[in-house]
């Protein structure tokens, strides 16, 4: 059994421009949550997908969307970058169906924009 | 405004030492709460998970408490090791699978 990985490992970009990172689940977890972690603070929710939906979404502009495939697999995507974006991105998946589970957290993509 | 606090933010003991670190939260209507581990630039492992009809949890040198009626929650490190030095989060799930986390204390295990 794989845990969550996450791709790339590190990313640097420019203000305005767009990036994608990729999450890949826990084996039999179709639900993957995205988080952003601000340096010294604590992770702050951006959303969730279940089943290929959009599942609930923190307090994030639209620039921050989503994707699920069928694979369970999910993307994070920002356009328009602004400094303030840069941050750890964090992905956690849970298996279906169990309120109240663990989450099980990715080893995160630390994002810089210049 | 559903809101999870940590005190302290920061704290330093000598090796060998038993601390406590301290969680609150604003809503008793909890799923759970987990304490995990995070050490610097790296992604986050998880300690310990109480369920919401949990009173506490152990592994190791590790204990967590939780009281719903008093919004509170407590990680217990017994005989503390250098290594242990890390940020350690806490995080509420209060529903839809998402979790709320306060903002961390930066323990330092000094040898």
């Known amino acids: 059994e794989t845990g969550v990985t996450q791709s790339p490992t590190h990313l640097i970009k420019t203000r305005g421009q767009q990036v994608t990172l990729r999450c890949s689940s826990q084996s039999g977890h179709n639900t993957v949550s995205w988080y952003q972690q601000a340096l010294g603070q604590g992770p702050q929710f951006i959303f969730q997908y279940y089943r290929e939906e959009e599942n609930g979404r923190g307090n994030f502009p639209p620039r921050f969307s989503g994707l699920q495939f069928p694979n369970y697999s999910s993307e994070l995507n920002v356009n328009a970058l602004e400094l303030d974006d840069s941050a750890l991105y964090l992905c956690?998946?849970?298996?279906?169906?169990?309120?109240?589970?663990?989450?099980?957290f990715g080893p995160g993509t630390r994002l810089l924009v210049l | 405004k559903q809101e999870v606090t940590q005190i302290p933010a920061a704290l330093s003991v000598p090796e060998g030492e038993n601390l406590v670190l301290n969680c609150s939260f604003t809503d008793s209507a909890i799923y759970n709460l987990q304490w995990f581990r995070q050490d610097p630039g790296k992604g986050l492992t998880s300690l310990l998970l109480?369920?919401?009809?949990?009173r506490e949890q152990t592994s190791g040198r590790l204990n967590a408490s939780l009281d719903k009626s008093s919004g509170r929650s407590t990680l217990y490190i017994a005989a503390s090791q250098p290594g242990d030095s890390a940020t350690y989060l806490c995080a509420v799930e209060f529903g839809g699978s998402r979790l709320t986390f306060g903002e961390g204390t930066q323990l330092t295990v000094n040898p």
């Open positions: 956690a998946s849970s298996a279906p169906g169990l309120a109240g589970g663990p989450q099980y």
């Open positions: 109480i369920q919401s009809s949990q």
